[in-house]
């Protein structure tokens, strides 16, 4: 039985899967992913209950750690991309962070990620709202046989992270640091600062991710004539460590810095000058884009 997806029309009237993804779609749901997914929106919705600042600061804290250094600086702009050189115990550390965002392991990611440039918005793009903005935010994760665990098939996409044992171990076990951290903050902190610390900032940070995948794709403005429907995004900028200005880092996906105008607010770029500055990371990759571009849109 096929499920079905439909989101209000006009805009999945058009939709056309891609052969691959039509693929999974007729797979059916992922049931083990829909609950887990479902299970943290109603632990976020609780933690509203339960406020208080101690939990919130927490739950600020660790979504700066985790999807702030974990995703943004570490899977993305380092793990998938090498703008920048770190050491390799603190390149495991930002994995770790990465990680307990339950966005899955490191190789999976990458791999996903890499998958996603390479066919940005054509066929065997994972996540291309050409395939619905639903299919791209999350319809994608929600069906199909879950290639989270397979680590020997998305090895092939991120070789340069299956040679290192600590990575293959996170990636089969990517989802075991959540639950020790899960059970650190029950004790530290009771409900409230489970719910705020792991619940609602995963179920935050998944969203804030997802909506690269979908409302990059559609909304905000074109510098760069890229082959893709890639967007720069202010207001999801703010809320993803600088990941909205998705336009700018299509056409120059090894940069380090995506915010490429004085005014592109991009946190992740700012963190990354400061620890240059510190000589924590070197070899910082940066876009060379010529000025007269940026004052031409002043004009
Ligand atoms: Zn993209
Ligand atoms: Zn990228």
Sequence with gaps: MVPSLETPAPAQAHRQFTEANQQFYEQGWNW???????????????????????????????????????????????HTHRSYKIALPLEYFFALCGALTLEGGPIFWVATHRIHHQNSDLPGDPHSPRDGAWWAHVGWILVGESKHNNTALMAKYAPDLARHRFYVWLNNWHWVPSVILAGILYLIGGLPLLLWGGFFRIVFGLHATWLINSATHMWGARRFDTRDDSRNNFLIALVSFGEGWHNNHHAHPTSARHGLAWWEFDISWLTLKLLRALRIVTKVQVAKVKSPILEKEAA
């Excluded at 829909?34 to 979504?63: D, E, K, M, Q, S």
């Design 32 to 78: 083990g992913t829909v609950v887990v997914i479902i299970f943290l929106h109603l632990g976020a919705i609780a933690a509203l209950f339960t406020f208080n600042w101690r939990a919130f600061a927490g739950a600020v804290f660790l979504y700066w750690m985790c999807t702030g250094l974990g995703i943004s600086l570490g899977y993305h702009r380092l």
